[in-house]
């Protein structure tokens, strides 16, 4: 079946440490998208990718670096550098220039310890 | 992209209907309603959207007010695994760009 993987599912990091969260879809989707949740809050959008190599900075990218050097895989990280990075990381990929929704990972939950 | 506003929390008797109300008044012409839930520590899933004509899938109905100012997400006959957070998203559908703004939603909590 399609759909988009998230791993791990729980990370643990040392303040100081960048960290890497995984996110691959087989959808065949255009665009990919990374969202940070907290607890009792919305989505906030990190980045954002329309085509391989491609990205853009959504209204928190502070802290966080992505890459596309494939359609399938947009990988974040979590640097040394963002100062609360403890929270629900959330990847998702939708269909450029349609009016679909977005198909969401089951999520990265990283804990700075 | 518009603002909106839901109930924060509503309770639902299992095999009855659930009705999801939410506000949008100041939604643009090109923008369309979107209804996602998130059950908790998972990602959200999209469930329906519509522009201004009402929507019907598998899993729920969408029905839209002529003015768009407000819409209504019925789940038919809910049961326990649809507990959940329910997110009302006005957007520019495929021109959104990621600006999805997910407020606090409607905790819906169904009962026995």
């Known amino acids: 079946d399609g759909g988009i993987t998230q791993s791990p599912k729980y990370l643990f990091r040392k303040e100081g440490q960048n960290v890497t969260l995984s996110c691959e879809q087989n959808l065949n989707h255009d665009a990919m998208y990374w969202y940070r949740q907290d607890p009792g809050q919305g989505l906030r959008l990190i980045y954002y990718s329309q085509i391989v190599n491609d990205f853009q900075k959504g209204d928190i990218a502070e802290g966080y670096s992505v890459s596309r050097e494939k359609k399938e895989s947009f990988p974040l990280t979590v640097t040394s550098a963002q100062k609360n990075p403890t929270a629900f990381y959330l990847c998702a990929s939708s269909i450029l220039g349609r009016d679909y929704g977005y198909t969401f990972g089951s999520g990265t939950r990283l804990t700075v310890v | 992209d518009a603002k909106t506003t839901q109930p924060p929390s509503m309770d639902c008797a299992e095999g009855r209907a659930a009705n999801l109300p939410c506000n949008h008044s100041t939604i643009s012409g090109n923008e369309y309603v979107y209804w996602y839930r998130q059950i908790h520590s998972q990602g959200p899933q999209y469930i329906i959207h519509g522009l201004k004509n009402n929507e019907t899938n598998e899993m729920a109905s969408l029905i839209i007010t002529e003015d768009r100012k407000s819409s209504t997400l019925i789940l038919p006959h809910a049961t326990l695994r649809d507990t959940a957070v329910y997110y009302c998203?006005?957007?520019?559908?495929?021109?959104?760009?990621?600006?999805?703004?997910f407020g606090q939603g409607t905790i819906l909590t169904v009962h026995p």
């Open positions: 998203i006005v957007s520019a559908g495929g021109t959104s760009y990621g600006k999805l703004t």
